[in-house]
């Protein structure tokens, strides 16, 4: 799978340029500048790199007992985390996704091939995951999965809508990470691994909602998101949802105005800081500062 990826990284160039030549026909990208073959093999070693290492943190983690192919029951799919796994895939795709769109428009695609092609490598990435979970044994949830699947497509393909339609680009999947009480008694590697610990956030750029006369002073920075996470999992089907609504920090609207501070704003602003925020289920408890 790897060899697949490294082909659709470095040699979909011809394909994707005569694309781009085609749609510049109908509607010249300015944006559009030579590609780089240096910067593109950069991309792909980069790539490379960051496939092998993650195959083998992963294989020590959920891998290591195999098994024939088989995908987890769809009656299965909910009782495993609630939707947080699901919430987890769809971020995942869209970091990857979003982060290989600019480093594709740092090697010379325009902004619509590159965040083609960003969406691909992302998904073929978390393509390979499912395959691995697939062929993996040991543990009720591990297999192949359909839902995974649909919410990493999801998630590859919404830069590319983003810049379809521009109502979207209101919007960020974000996540943060705060210890739960059961991490350390469930002997957790990493807080990653622990849907407890982990929040996924929707954000929403309320300064573009706003009407003009009052655009005019609200602070461009400040978002509103809604969040999510579980509490009590068992991976049974045990547990319950928590939803939140917090307001965001949107890093994307501070100065700095180049490619470089443009890339490293869009990929902090991943990262759900520290905001006032308060829990609206199943209980409400306000937080000073939600993690």
């Not at 990857?96 to 490598?121: C, D, H, I, M, R």
């Not at 501070?261 to 408890?285: E, G, H, S």
Request: hydrophobic share 40%.
């Amino acid at each position: 799978m790897l060899y697949y990826i490294l082909i659709f990284i470095v040699f979909i160039n011809p394909v994707v340029s005569i694309a781009g030549q085609t749609e510049e026909a109908k509607l010249p990208d300015t944006s559009a500048t030579k590609v780089s073959s240096t910067k593109l093999g950069i991309i792909g070693g980069v790539t490379a790199a960051g496939v092998v290492i993650g195959q083998i943190h992963q294989s020590g983690t959920y891998w290591n007992e195999r098994t024939a192919f088989h995908a987890m029951p769809l009656d299965k799919e909910y009782p495993d985390a609630l939707m947080a796994d699901k919430f987890g895939h769809l971020f995942f795709a869209n970091f990857l996704a979003s982060t290989y769109k600019s480093a594709f428009e740092w090697v010379g695609y325009n902004q619509s091939n590159a965040a083609l092609l960003g969406g691909g490598v992302a998904l073929a990435y978390q393509t390979l995951v499912e395959m691995q979970d697939g062929f993996s044994g040991g543990k009720p949830y591990l297999g192949f999965s359909y839902g995974d699947m649909l919410f990493n497509t999801a998630g590859a393909i919404f830069p590319y809508l983003q810049i379809n339609y521009s109502v979207l680009n209101r919007f960020r999947f974000k996540a943060s990470f705060q210890k739960s009480s059961n991490f350390d008694r469930l002997n957790y590697n990493s807080i990653t691994e622990d849907y407890e610990s982990t929040y996924h956030w929707l954000s929403i750029n309320i300064c573009d909602l706003l009407p003009d006369n009052i655009q005019q002073w609200y602070p461009e920075f400040v978002n509103l998101a809604i969040g999510h996470s579980v509490s009590n999992i068992d991976r049974y089907g045990a547990g319950g949802h928590e939803l939140y609504l917090a307001l965001d920090w949107n890093l994307e609207a501070l100065p700095g105005d180049n490619f470089f501070c443009d890339f490293i704003k869009q990929t902090f602003n991943f990262y759900k800081l520290p905001a006032p925020a308060v829990k609206i289920y199943p209980n409400v408890v306000w937080y000073g500062l939600k993690f």
